[in-house]
Every structure is written in structure tokens, then in C-alpha cells.
């Protein structure tokens, strides 16, 4: 499930950044207003989607600003969660993706684990997944709602993929979704700036890792 080259996986650099979120902008909605009150900050989640070994030039892009959200949430008292995809026999529950992709991360893989910059606690939920959505018949939604949330932040691999699907599903299901464009990736810069237009204008909303971090420190 890595299939593209690999320019766009060396991470981001600020302009690059900026060029990302004026490429949205058209189709951006502002998310002030509208993040959960220091009361209610149960009611917000970070997401962390496969940040695996498998993905690993496009994880490690992005490690540090993934590993820098999951540090502040950690710090404020926001859950963190995390997606782990993976297969016991591709036979039998592979499904499209298998057609699609012919390998594919299997449970209790060295692809399987999870990348060291990015570890869970022993606290912090795992949800296994085997195909796109972190939704899909997974404990995922049985999760956040015994969390209470309503605000999903998600980060991680691969944009247009696991990402891009698990954040329509969300919005879908009624949660408000934060996607932070510069602490997800994916095998082009094309591919990726693509998801983000389309989640900007129909599903997400876009803030970038500084903003979000500083949105953090500042409210909770």
C-alpha cells in the first residue's frame, strides 16, 4: 500500500506548508468557535491512523509532527488513539485491498508495528483494522462514544487512503473532524494535496500542526 515515488516523502518544509494551506484555502472553513470548551475537552480525540513500519518513508515524513501532537495531547488530557491495519490470512480477509495491492501489513509483522517515534501507551486505545476506514467493522465508533467525543483530530498515513476515508466516515457519523495536513502524507505531492481540497470542502477542517499545537496549549 505504498505504491507511488517518492518525492513528495521526504516531509514538509515551512513553505511547503504554506503552499499546502493556500492550495486549500478556497475551500477552507475556519475552525475558531468551534473547538470543544476547556469544560469539555473529554469531548476531544486525536486520531493516529497506521503509523506503521509498512508506510515507513511516508511515517517517518511525518513523525515528528504526529509525535509532537500526540506529546500535547498527552499533556492537556486528550485521548489518543491509534489505527493499526493488519491481516491474518490475505486469503480470506483481504478483500479489494489484496486485489488491489497484492501485499499487505500482516499481524505480527515487523511491517505491523507501529514506528518508534510514534508508540502507544499501554492506555491508549488500538484499534485493528483491515481495510480503509478505521470505521469499518472495528470498535472504533463504540470507542468514542463511551470517550463522549465529538471532535476528531486525525493525523497520520496515507492522506488519500486510511486517512481521507476514515475522515469522510467520521463526518458521516456526525463527529467534527480536524485533519492537520501537515502531519499526514503520502506517496505524491499530487495525491495528497488533492484529498486535502476535497476534504476541505465537503468534510474537514484543515489546521495545520503550529496552529493546532498553539490551539491546544492555549484552550486546555
Not at 470548551?37 to 509498512?54: F, I, N, P
Not at 509532537?68 to 486469503?91: F, M, N, P
Not at 468514542?144 to 475522515?167: D, F, H, K, M, Q
Request: glycine share 10%; aromatic share 10%.
Amino acid at each position: 500500500m505504498s505504491r507511488g515515488g517518492p518525492r513528495w516523502r521526504m516531509g514538509y518544509t515551512s513553505k511547503e506548508v504554506g503552499e499546502m494551506m493556500e492550495a486549500v484555502g478556497p475551500y477552507a472553513r475556519p475552525m475558531c468557535g468551534r473547538w470543544p470548551s476547556a469544560e469539555e475537552k473529554g469531548r476531544l480525540a486525536l486520531l493516529v491512523v497506521d503509523m506503521q513500519r509498512e508506510y515507513g518513508p511516508m511515517a517517518a515524513a511525518v513523525a515528528g509532527n504526529v509525535a509532537a501532537l500526540v506529546a500535547a495531547c498527552r499533556e492537556k488530557g486528550i485521548r489518543v488513539l491509534y489505527t493499526q491495519h493488519g491481516h491474518e490470512d490475505l486469503e480470506e480477509d483481504g478483500g479489494m485491498l489484496y486485489e488491489f495491492w497484492g501485499e499487505l501489513p500482516m499481524r505480527g509483522s515487523k511491517a505491523w508495528q507501529f514506528i518508534p517515534e510514534v508508540q502507544p501507551l499501554p492506555s491508549e486505545h488500538v484499534v485493528h483494522k483491515k481495510t480503509y476506514s478505521g470505521f469499518l467493522n472495528t470498535d472504533l465508533e463504540e470507542t468514542l462514544v463511551s470517550y463522549g467525543t465529538t471532535t476528531l483530530i486525525i493525523a497520520g498515513v496515507l492522506t488519500n487512503c486510511c486517512c481521507e476515508t476514515t475522515a469522510r466516515d467520521a463526518f458521516n457519523r456526525g463527529y467534527r473532524v480536524v485533519f492537520v495536513p501537515d502531519a499526514t502524507a503520502t506517496s505524491s505531492k499530487d495525491l495528497h494535496l488533492s484529498t486535502l481540497k476535497t476534504l476541505a470542502y465537503g468534510f474537514t477542517y484543515m489546521v495545520p500542526t503550529a496552529e493546532l499545537l498553539s490551539a491546544l496549549r492555549s484552550r486546555y
